[in-house]
């Protein structure tokens, strides 16, 4: 049983004045580019910064950006933050067509670190998680394709300390995929974050179960994540697989607010019913942690080139909201408002948001004001819509307390957030996490599990950004 959280009911029901509204202040901030994006404040300045593909962007001064210097070497395709060395700064891995290591200084500036051959040869989704419960951030790498050619293995590297990794394990050639995005999550709530790759090609996608050791256990199809799985194909490369859907990226976010991570798997596909829609998944938690799809009802309207999914609160009400990109001309990127009961309201044509077709999109509070920005499609967009009451939390703790859960009992609803380190395709929202609270004033109780299963609960006062370190 989960221990209650004390909050006055003065919180039911979360309320808010107007949907969110978005100006695109990308002319005036400074940023440029539409790479995947990765928010993160390096420099410890209380200012989220950015890296966009592979340039980092220093937050100055909560309204504009200027370039920061990475080593030689450092840039690629996208890249995941965590302090991997638990020195209490942010280092970045980087990833696409090569890999790289940069180590955070503490002053502004990084290091480039040491990584051993890694055996994925293209990549579009990695993440940082604990596989071994030791404390120490390791990656998982996901290995893409050529098309028509090859499928790349995926690979895990373990954390020795020291900014030092070795290779922990690699898939073997039947069971390698053509992953897109990686994440992770304590979905199971066991003290461990779990790891999702989505996997493209009409391929089921995978859920690694963490159990401290390598190899994990991989249970996607038995816990109702992998697909719909339909006949088995031969693909190229002598690979073999259940038909079921086209996995670009997904996102792991407490859809119902009832203190279980749920997972919204962002189905890219063609006309041809057989093929997977994107679903709306649903943690029935335990005993046995399956998922039940509960997109039917859901209320988004298909487009075929469905690409990267972001999750947040945009608008403070205290529930997550879905913004998803699409990638084909004719198609347009969408924010859907939830309203609860896995019901969610398409909002896009009065949100603000120039709808371009983009695999960026990332959120977090870049100006201080306590409600989420969006970055996507080579465009920074300022949240001016409803206002509403909040609060921010920022965990500090080993590997950057990544894997660690946050919850806030609002009635009957569990307000939960986690710390993340990837999400949909090569994205990483900030990692502060954010609580939109209506129209409460007060102080609200704060549960956090962190890596290891050890609970702390915490008094906080809403409209405040706090700062919770691990005992």
Not at 48 to 69: C, P, Q, Y
Not at 169 to 186: I, L
Not at 188 to 197: F, I
């Amino acid at each position: 049983m989960r221990p209650a959280l004390a909050l006055v009911a003065a919180l039911l029901p979360l309320s808010v004045v107007a949907q969110p509204l978005f100006v695109d202040v990308t002319a005036d901030s400074g940023l440029s580019g539409g790479g995947q994006a990765a928010w993160a404040d390096y420099d410890s300045d209380s200012l989220v910064d950015v890296l966009v593909g592979g340039t980092l962007f220093r937050n100055l001064d909560g309204t504009h950006f200027s370039l920061a210097e990475l080593p030689d070497g450092i840039a690629s395709m996208s890249g995941t933050w965590g302090d991997c060395d638990n020195d209490g700064d942010l280092d970045l891995f980087t990833f696409g067509s090569h890999f790289a290591l940069a180590l955070n200084n503490g002053d502004g500036s990084f290091t480039a670190g040491q990584l051993p051959e890694v055996p994925v040869v293209n990549s579009r989704g990695a993440c940082w998680v604990d596989v071994n419960a030791d404390g120490l951030l390791d990656l998982y790498i996901g290995g893409y394709e050529a098309w028509e050619e090859a499928v790349y293995l995926d690979a895990v590297l373990i954390n020795e300390g020291g900014g030092r990794f070795i290779v922990g394990w690699q898939s073997s050639e039947a069971d390698k995929r053509s992953a897109r995005g990686v994440t992770a999550a304590d979905f199971d709530e066991d003290g461990d974050a779990d790891v999702y790759v989505s996997n493209y090609r009409l391929q089921p996608n995978y859920l690694f179960l963490n159990s401290g050791t390598l190899p994990m256990d991989e249970a996607g199809a038995k816990r109702g994540v992998a697909g719909i799985a339909k006949d088995v194909i031969d693909y190229t490369g002598g690979i073999r697989y259940a038909v079921s859907g086209h996995t670009i990226g997904s996102s792991w976010g407490d859809l119902d607010d009832d203190g279980h991570l749920d997972l919204f798997v962002g189905n890219f596909s063609h006309p041809p019913a057989y093929q997977d829609r994107p679903q709306f998944l649903r943690n029935t938690a335990g005993p046995d942690w399956r998922f039940e799809d509960m997109s039917a009802g859901a209320g988004l309207i298909w487009q075929e080139s469905f690409a990267s999914p972001a999750l947040a609160d945009v608008d403070n009400d205290g529930d997550l909201d879905l913004y998803f990109t699409t990638v084909y001309e004719g198609d347009h990127s969408v924010l859907y408002l939830n309203d609860g009961g896995w019901r969610f309201r398409d909002v896009t044509a009065a949100s603000g948001i120039d709808t371009a077709r983009t695999y960026q999109a990332a959120w977090a509070d870049y100006d201080g004001d306590g409600d989420l920005d969006l970055l996507s499609g080579g465009k920074l967009y300022q949240n001016e819509g409803p206002g509403g009451s909040w609060l921010r939390v920022k965990l500090e703790g080993a590997g950057s307390a990544i894997g660690a859960v946050a919850r806030v009992r609002v009635g009957e609803r569990a307000l939960t957030r986690q710390v993340e380190s990837s999400t949909g395709e090569g994205n990483q929202n900030e990692m502060v996490l954010h609580f939109g609270l209506g129209d409460y004033d007060g102080f609200v109780s704060v549960e956090v599990t962190w890596p290891g299963g050890v609970r702390t609960t915490h008094n906080l006062r809403s409209g405040c950004s706090v700062t919770v370190s691990q005992e």
